[in-house]
């Protein structure tokens, strides 16, 4: 086995401080900047003014790529007019971002619980349990890349029953009392937003489609691929990691012919990065209840983003500096 290079030596929060300022980043009050990598820590707002470093550059003055990542090496230094309180802005922004986005997510989540449970469990209550209503090929045994033996209805229904053993929602620990069986309505309450995707993703056909129509999409296979994207998101979300510039290597798809994302144009940079997650969840909010102003919430915080070099609009996935496009989404 190879052995592992040292790590990096520890430095006490001045010494980091005197670091960020030897790379060229401006710290104009230095007590406040020590006191945020306190709170925060180095390392996690490193990934905050990673895109205002400078790049490497060849001979002919391009930017040398990495040829792993494919994407641009940067040097230590950082761009001139990089500021720390700028840099601490963004991250507060993203904050802002990810509570938001998790507020509707609770939502979705929530109502396509209620949906499944309502549009399957209405041909047994008991349904979640019955690999009938599973597609036949998530059903079946196969080899995985690595030799192991593995069948997706097995494994999903383990997660669901540890999911369901572990709640104690006052209506499972009823119906566990009182050694009562629990129908489809109830065990969905213990389930996390992974195992309704990965449910729904199963599911038949005729049963994805049900569900699919309450939503106003006659396609599936947008819905289950909605619901995997924000599942992704839910889960940086939920553990505090960074969203604002992150992109995605399975691009949203958009329901053809529908005026609403007609109006949203959504180019191929949108639909892997936030904006075409916001235009997804904003869709579906919409479907849940039409008097919901999380939009006008959502634009509101866009609209605030610092400036900080290295950090466009570009990177949340909108086409130009202009800030977050109001008039296509009607507000």
């Known amino acids: 086995m190879q052995q592992l290079a040292p790590p990096k030596p520890f430095q006490s929060y001045s010494d980091l401080a005197n670091l ?3 790379r060229g ?7 406040r900047t020590e006191r945020k990598l306190v709170q925060v820590g180095y390392y996690r707002l490193s990934g905050f003014w ?3 470093r400078e790049f490497i550059r060849d001979p002919q003055n391009n930017v040398v790529m990495c040829r792993v990542s494919k994407k641009p090496l940067r040097q230590d230094s950082f761009v001139p007019g990089t500021q720390f309180d700028a840099v601490f802005d963004l991250y507060l922004f993203d904050k802002k971002l990810r509570q938001l986005m998790l507020d509707a997510i609770e939502r979705i989540e929530i109502h396509v619980r209620s949906v499944i449970a309502h549009e399957v469990g209405y041909h047994d209550p008991m349904a979640y349990q019955d690999p009938g209503f599973i597609n036949p090929t998530q059903t079946r045994n196969y080899t995985d890349k690595s030799g192991k033996q593995r069948n997706i209805w097995s494994e999903w229904l383990k997660r669901q029953n540890d999911q369901i053993n572990r709640s104690r929602e006052d209506s499972i620990e009823w119906h566990r009392r009182n050694h009562k069986a629990m129908p489809f309505w109830v065990v969905v309450e213990a389930w996390d937003f992974g195992t309704v995707s990965k449910y729904f993703e199963i599911l038949k056909g005729s049963h994805q489609n049900r569900i699919s129509r309450r939503f106003g999409i006659a396609n599936p296979k947008v819905l289950k691929d909605w619901l995997q994207e924000i599942n992704t998101l839910r889960n940086r979300c939920a553990h505090h990691a960074r969203i604002w510039n992150q992109v995605s ?5 958009v329901i053809t012919g529908d005026a609403y994302f007609q109006a949203l144009s959504l180019d191929a940079n949108a639909v892997t990065r936030l904006y075409g997650l916001i235009a997804v969840l904003w869709y579906l909010v919409k479907a849940i209840g039409s008097n919901s102003q999380w939009i006008h919430q959502v634009a509101d915080v866009i609209d605030s983003k610092p400036t900080l070099p290295g950090c466009p609009y570009t990177a949340l996935g909108f086409a130009d500096e202009s800030g977050f496009p109001r008039k296509h989404f009607g507000i």
């Open 20 to 22: 960020l300022a030897h």
């Open 50 to 52: 990673f895109p205002c």
């Open 25 to 31: 980043m401006q710290l104009p009050d230095r007590a």
């Open 249 to 253: 290597s399975n691009p949203l798809p």
